[in-house]
């Protein structure tokens, strides 16, 4: 009985008076009432179903095949209940609760344990707690997607915008599909939005494909610019974790500039050549006439003693290196905008190289009737390496300017060292810089005012050139000016200090000496230039045997061994380059073909230097020449 | 893990620094904050780890502080506001409800099809002390149940004390004591 309470916990049994014997504990804690034996149990419940009537031991056995539902009196809690007979005429009430809600369950203070294990009224009720749970979270995630659609779809039309706009058309799958294809990308390779594509059926469209250009190279990822007719496409394809993702764009307009950038790069740079042949064949032009007239006036003035006569010739020599240095400056220009202009870094001693240079340029400040002080840090090194010659040309440049734009006072030139770096100003009391013109004071053929150009002559390109000289030398440099006080132009290259190399073999130039009777050729064309030659040779106590050309040189060094040749590379009927080859190859018996050969041309680029020494010549001259200069090149022949 | 319980980490970020420290945690543990979590999908434990890892992180405390925190909220907040007359159904005192666990897992068990509720026991010590023996296939989640003890003593104002004893190879008990006789 006790099990049978515990399987029920809300039934009743009762006697045949149907008065209660004993009650379930659940049935109990509902209804207190039940809890005394004897009470009756019409007073308990009433019946619901099958129908309402009085309850009597007979109506209970009839229907004991049948459930009713039953109410508890004393509460809206109804019972659905079974009659089972037991011995002794008892009757077994098998009550359940009938339950519309768990909060009824709180509300009858009844817990899950006080529900029977066989009575799943309570599971209903869970069950349909937790849909509604389920609906809930079911209407927040419908919402949820709809936003998302919503905001994929606006980015869906934004993408296709931006592809529209930017003629590109995108894909993307597994590396061996199917694939997703934008619509961009059907309008943009003419195909329709509804067909069923893949890849190759894309790659047909370009055919023959090229083995750049393939499925296999394609799905290896990569940039590849093909064409399909009139039309540039660039297939751009990622390949990442066996996904294949890419874009085709049409570039028909970039391609169409980039040629037209190509060619004006082209144009430009052959505009930029023949700007660089003509400054070369100008200068070339005039460096051979300038040879004649420098290199007789120096010739004139070892013998002319008449002093009005040596003015005036020295104002001759004067002019002629005034051109001769804008002549340069138009070069050196040259040779730094096409980048042929040679760094050559080496050991040089700092103080000799600076007092020499004060010493040449001294005669200019002292005509100019100003002082030209130079300063040196104590602690500068003695030794730095660096380009001397560039170094000299930019000091040269500026403390030339600072004289010649000084009309009383002084130029000082102060040089220290500090980290690696010389630094150099050059400063004057001179006319000064306006504020306005400072700033485009390093742009080529710019002098500060046009008026200046007129009073002190010049090309412009002075400063730009020692600009770009500093900048090739790992510096820069730099200016203050006051107008009518006077400028400082500061300049700096990298410098590091140096050890001093090895004695220097070489004798000084003055103290060359040479044989009498050593047997030279010179083969010039133009008569001032032979003339020019011979005058300095004889200078030196030499003669020579002089041609006019290659071809007659050649004559000559068949018919006798020549120990030294001074030719000249542009001549007619055979060039000096010519000639040289064939002299080294001995043509015709040619009988010292080891003969010292000293190569002479107004060409002063690199470049000519260069094919003079490839042609097999041992020296270079370059038009005008000085007597030092042909002294120096001759130094390998002197004696002693 | 039911989504109905791991939202207790959702609840508790949201109620400690709002939408955006839900966000950070979420984003740590490579869940999409916007979709969030459906209470009556059964998630991978991985996830459970992941969150209470993530929170470990952002909140700066041990995991073990976030899984007590973690069951608190659920029994004061999370499921009070979901799932309050379930709740209710389960017992109105400590002791009841505790008696009842393990009825209410198994019903719940068998209501969700595919979820893996633990099993409870329980066995008295004394009039108000009992000792709980908590089973169950994840582990490391001692730290939860204690947590859910205490918000249960808090939920029934009854002041409680749980001590975790010493795991065994299957189970993990629990002495729970409380002040008066609930």
Redesign the interface.
Known sequence: MKVLRQLFPFSLVVNRQLKVLTWGDSLCKVTPEVCRRGTDLSQLVRLERPHSTEVTRDFLLSCRRQGQIWRLNTSQLNLRGQVVVLPKERIFLAFTPVLSSLQQLEQLGLDLGDLGVLDNSIEFLMQAQLQEVAMADSTRLRQVLQSKNAELTRQRLELETAQEIAQLGSFEGPADGPYVFSRNLYRLLGLSAQSQIDLSDLLALYAPLTDQFNLASLLQGGTFDVQLGEVWHRWTVYRANDRISGTVQDISLQKHSENQLLQAKLTAERANQAKSDFLAMMSHEIRTPMNGVLGLTELLLNSVTEPELRDMLDLIRQSGQSLLVILNDILDYSRIESGQMPVELREVQLQPLLSNLMQLLSPQAERQGVGLELRMDRDLPAWVRTDPTRLQQVISNLVGNAIKFTHQGKVVCRVSHRDSLLQISVQDTGIGIAPEHLARLFQPFVQAEASTTRRYGGTGLGLSICQRLCRMLGGDIAVESVPGQGSCFRFWVAAPPAQAPGPSLCKPVADLNFAADLRILVAEDNLVNRRVLMGMLGRLGLSATVVENGRLGLCECQKQGFDLMILDVEMPEMDGLELIRRVRAGEGGVPNRDAYIVSLTAQARERDQEGCLEAGANGFLSKPVSLSQLQQALRPLARG | ML??VNQAVEDMARSLGGESLWLKIAEGAGLDP???L????SYPDELTYALVGSASQVLSLSPDQVLEEFGKHWILYTGEN??G??L?????DLK??I??LD??HG??E???PGTRCPRFSSQELGPNCLRLIYRSHRKGLGALVSGLLKGLGERFGTPVSVQILDPEEDCQAFEICWEQAP
Do not use: D, H, P
Request: no cysteine; glycine share 20%.
């Open positions: 989504g109905m916007e979709v969030g459906l209470r009556m999908e979901g799932y007359q379930l209710k159904g389960a017992g109105q009841t409800f008696g009842n009825l209410l019903k719940v068998s209501l969700i």
